[in-house]
């Protein structure tokens, strides 16, 4: 894995949790923002019902959180918000960049998945699919 460094959130509905970036994740996260008209400034992770074993991550580069998001600043000019109904979910992950062949894509290594469908959609948490 890339070298990380971790960020601090702060409590949310009494929680605390980390999340992890790593440095070449940090890199691609500002580049492509970078691409956006106009410029973004975080990336918003949420969670959306899809595939066949439950959920889906969404990552949409944005220019303000939403109200009840965790905003997590990891850079001077860049932050994560992550959607409150996905904290509970992805807090102890790390976002990586990964090269697979010819392609680079972000990938979020989360430890409270238990399982996903075979084409790799969707993931799920517990026992059972959502």
Same mark, same amino acid.
Request: aromatic share 8%.
């Given at each position: 894995?890339?070298?990380?460094?971790?960020?601090?959130?702060?409590?949310?509905?009494?929680? #605390?949790?980390?999340?992890?970036?790593?440095?070449?994740?940090?890199?691609?996260?500002?580049?492509?923002?970078?691409? @956006?008209?106009? &410029?973004?400034?975080?990336?918003? #992770?949420?969670?959306?019902?899809?595939?066949?074993?439950?959920?889906?991550?969404?990552?949409?580069?944005?220019?303000?959180?939403?109200?009840?998001?965790?905003? #997590?600043?990891?850079?001077?000019?860049?932050? #994560?918000?992550?959607?409150?109904?996905?904290?509970?979910?992805?807090?102890?992950?790390?976002?990586?960049?990964?090269?697979?062949?010819?392609?680079?894509?972000?990938?979020?290594?989360?430890?409270?998945?238990?399982?996903? @469908?075979?084409?790799?959609?969707? &993931?799920?948490?517990?026992?059972?699919?959502?």
């Amino acid at each position: 894995m890339n070298d990380v460094k971790q960020y601090q959130t702060g409590a949310v509905f009494g929680a #605390i949790g980390r999340l992890t970036v790593t440095e070449k994740a940090l890199g691609h996260l500002q580049r492509q923002a970078a691409k @956006c008209t106009p &410029v973004s400034s975080a990336l918003r #992770i949420g969670m959306k019902k899809a595939g066949c074993s439950g959920v889906k991550y969404t990552l949409d580069y944005v220019h303000q959180a939403e109200k009840e998001d965790e905003v #997590i600043a990891i850079s001077p000019n860049f932050s #994560i918000f992550v959607a409150a109904t996905a904290w509970a979910y992805v807090q102890g992950s790390v976002i990586d960049y990964v090269q697979e062949g010819v392609n680079g894509r972000l990938k979020l290594n989360n430890p409270n998945e238990t399982g996903g @469908c075979g084409c790799g959609e969707s &993931v799920y948490f517990g026992d059972v699919p959502v």
